[in-house]
T-cell receptor, first 118, second 112 residues
Framework: GAVVSQHPSRVICKSGTSVKIECRSLDFQATTMFWYRQFPKQSLMLMATSNEGSKATYEQGVEKDKFLINHASLTLSTLTVTSAHPEDSSFYIC??????????????FGSGTRLTVV | DAKTTQPPSMDCAEGRAANLPCNHSTISGNEYVYWYRQIHSQGPQYIIHGLKNNETNEMASLIITEDRKSSTLILPHATLRDTAVYYC?????????????FGRGTSLIVHP
């Protein structure tokens, strides 16, 4: 199978501070990972596509300077929420696909990170 | 992308079969139907996928109509742990640059 590990699962931070969320593909290499945000009772909304070794591609309306994405290796992508505010409180989820196994497994998702900004 | 339409909510008694419909009337010939589910406060979990034929695995069965314009996910013996939001997605077979996008899904509540 394809396993994606996301850490931390839950974080509380003060307004104005930064928070880093890690997404790791444990048993496969992922050249592309995706970051989603989910508000209560809503569906997953794609924030950005993280490409190994290059800049991330952000969806319209997502501030690239606020949500910093780094994909420095084939198994790790990080999302840093900078200068967090209460409206950034949300459930953040990453996803990756195993090359050559999309047809078998589709996309694998991390367990999500619940961010609360106080 | 072909879009999908699902009922916003359904409920089912524990031990009974849960049949979740999905309409994808604009699906094209090379697009697969994928189903995921999301249990509260967790990431989505892959369930099953298919192209034309019906599929079955240890989690569920997928019935795709002959014209491929709709499908039904069947949980044969629903348990309380199957309470989740179920998402139906269509995606091209090549998949190289495809980005998985989610609609509102169906919120399934399994009750005792």
């Amino acid at each position: 199978g394809a396993v994606v590990s996301q850490h931390p699962s839950r974080v509380i931070c003060k307004s104005g501070t930064s928070v880093k969320i890690e997404c790791r593909s444990l048993d496969f290499q992922a050249t592309t990972m995706f970051w989603y945000r989910q508000f209560p009772k809503q569906s997953l909304m794609l924030m950005a596509t993280s490409n190994e070794g290059s800049k991330a591609t952000y969806e319209q309306g997502v501030e690239k300077d606020k949500f910093l994405i780094n994909h420095a290796s084939l198994t790790l992508s990080t999302l840093t929420v900078t200068s967090a505010h209460p409206e950034d409180s949300s459930f953040y989820i990453c996803s990756a696909s195993r090359q050559g196994a999309i047809k078998l497994y589709g996309y694998t998702f991390g367990s999500g990170t619940r961010l609360t900004v106080v | 992308d072909a879009k999908t339409t699902q009922p916003p909510s359904m409920d089912c008694a524990e031990g009974r079969a849960a049949n979740l419909p999905c309409n994808h009337s604009t699906i094209s010939g090379n697009e697969y139907v994928y189903w995921y589910r999301q249990i509260h406060s967790q990431g989505p979990q892959y369930i099953i996928h298919g192209l034309k034929n019906n599929e079955t695995n240890e989690m569920a069965s997928l019935i795709i109509t002959e014209d491929r314009k709709s499908s039904t996910l069947i949980l044969p013996h629903a348990t309380l742990r199957d309470t989740a939001v179920y998402y139906c997605i269509v995606r091209p077979a090549s998949g190289g640059s495809y980005i998985p996008t989610f609609g509102r899904g169906t919120s399934l509540i399994v009750h005792p």
